[in-house]
Nanobody, 132 residues
Framework: QLQLVESGGGSVPPGGSLRLSCTAS????????IGWFRQTPGKRREGVSC????????YYVDSVKGRFTISRDNAKNTFYLQMDDLKPEDTAVYYC?????????????????????????WGKGTPVTVFS
């Protein structure tokens, strides 16, 4: 079982950029579908971007398409979320997550259906604030 640790959150003005990192410890990182979720108080957790082990067909929620980019470096057991052109509505706690279940082999499945199935591994979260 992996353990995940996020870093890179912070406060930026609108239009700014941040890069979140999530480093995994444990065996088998390269077999996990990974992704980023976010949550604000009173709102349901949202799958922001997820990608499969082979990085084919990454999933992005509509609100971040063209602004966020997910990537992974399996050699470093690390994955990233590059966030550009940040907006106040991007303010949230961001969580990284991973799962290697058969139903989670695609990024879409992890981001959209992951909570229903129960995602195996979560980081503790890192806050992102986009202030006006």
């Amino acid at each position: 079982q992996l353990q995940l640790v996020e870093s890179g959150g912070g406060s930026v003005p609108p239009g700014g950029s941040l890069r979140l990192s999530c480093t995994a410890s444990g065996v088998g990182f390269g077999t996990y579908t990974i992704g980023w979720f976010r949550q604000t108080p009173g709102k349901r957790r949202e799958g922001v971007s997820c990608v499969s082990p082979d990085e084919l067909s990454p999933y992005y929620v509509d609100s971040v398409k063209g602004r966020f980019t997910i990537s992974r470096d399996n050699a470093k057991n690390t994955f990233y979320l590059q966030m550009d052109d940040l907006k106040p509505e991007d303010t949230a706690v961001y969580y990284c997550a991973a799962d290697n279940a058969a139903v989670m082999t695609q990024g879409y499945n992890l981001c959209v259906m992951g909570d229903a199935y129960g995602i195996a591994v979560w980081g503790k979260g890192t806050p992102v604030t986009v202030f006006s």
